[in-house]
């Protein structure tokens, strides 16, 4: 079965500044999808960012983009210019191909120190 | 569009009551499914489904409850409630894998679920 690790409980980052979470997984698959989840106190889940596998270019959205690892199976997210309102619990996830459930990662809380 | 809408919001239970966790999607997405999140956990799958007439189970089903019978609809039923089950509860759906990138699932709001 594929798992999802974030080895970081909690992290900090001072506002304007860069941070970055990190994501590894673990699958025997060749073809599937990543996401990042934000998840802020009104506890609504919030896509970031999301990567195929097959695609080689990291994503990117605004300020967030990924470091999609794939022979390493790592996938991290980095946030730069940090704001308040990034401020929330994130959410690595992974899906394979065909009609596979999500599965996640047990989350990293991000404070944004002002 | 509303997108996935669950109710109630919140609800307290009593070990031992039963109730139906309501969730409704105007998508049109064929899969469905039902997570539940605890401190420290993630979200954990309970059960999901790939089209009307078709559910299967997923890491923590025990307890738990589901029928798929229209696209829209995909309750989750707690058969008798046990504090165990205190939880905040998931719905997400999205289109079979496939039909568009990304697979990207939608959630719901999430039911904050108490039982004493």
């Known amino acids: 079965a594929q798992t999802v690790t974030q080895s970081q409980p909690e992290m900090s980052v001072q506002e304007a500044e860069t941070v970055t979470l990190s994501c590894t997984y673990d699958?025997?698959?060749?073809?599937?999808?990543l996401f990042w989840y934000k998840q802020p106190p009104s506890r609504q889940m919030i896509l970031v960012i999301r990567?195929?596998?097959?695609?080689?270019q990291n994503a990117t959205e605004n300020r967030f983009s990924v470091n999609f690892q794939k022979a390493a199976k790592s996938f991290s997210l980095k946030i730069s210019d940090s704001q308040l309102g990034d401020a929330a619990m994130y959410f690595c996830?992974?899906?394979?191909?065909?009609?596979?459930?999500?599965?996640f990662g047990k989350g990293t809380r991000l404070s944004v120190i002002a | 569009n509303a997108g996935v809408t669950q109710t109630p919001k919140f609800q307290v239970l009593k070990t031992g009551q039963s109730m139906t966790l309501q969730c409704a999607q105007d998508?049109?997405?064929?899969?469905m499914s039902w997570y539940r999140q605890d401190p420290g956990m993630g979200l954990r799958l309970i059960h999901y489904?790939?089209?009307?007439?078709?559910?299967d189970q997923g890491e923590v089903p025990n307890g738990y409850n589901v029928s798929r019978s229209t696209t829209e609809d995909f309750p989750l039923r707690l058969l008798s409630a046990a504090p165990s089950q205190t939880s905040v509860y998931f719905c997400?759906?999205?289109?079979?894998?496939?039909?568009?990138?990304?697979?990207?699932?939608?959630f719901g709001p999430g039911t904050r679920l108490t039982v004493l």
């Open positions: 997400a759906s999205s289109y079979i894998s496939g039909r568009t990138s990304y697979n990207e699932q939608f």
């Open positions: 699958t025997s698959e060749s073809d599937y999808y």
């Open positions: 990567q195929e596998a097959y695609k080689q």
């Open positions: 996830a992974y899906r394979g191909s065909g009609n596979t459930p999500l599965v």
């Open positions: 998508m049109n997405h064929e899969y």
């Open positions: 489904s790939v089209g009307a007439g078709i559910t």
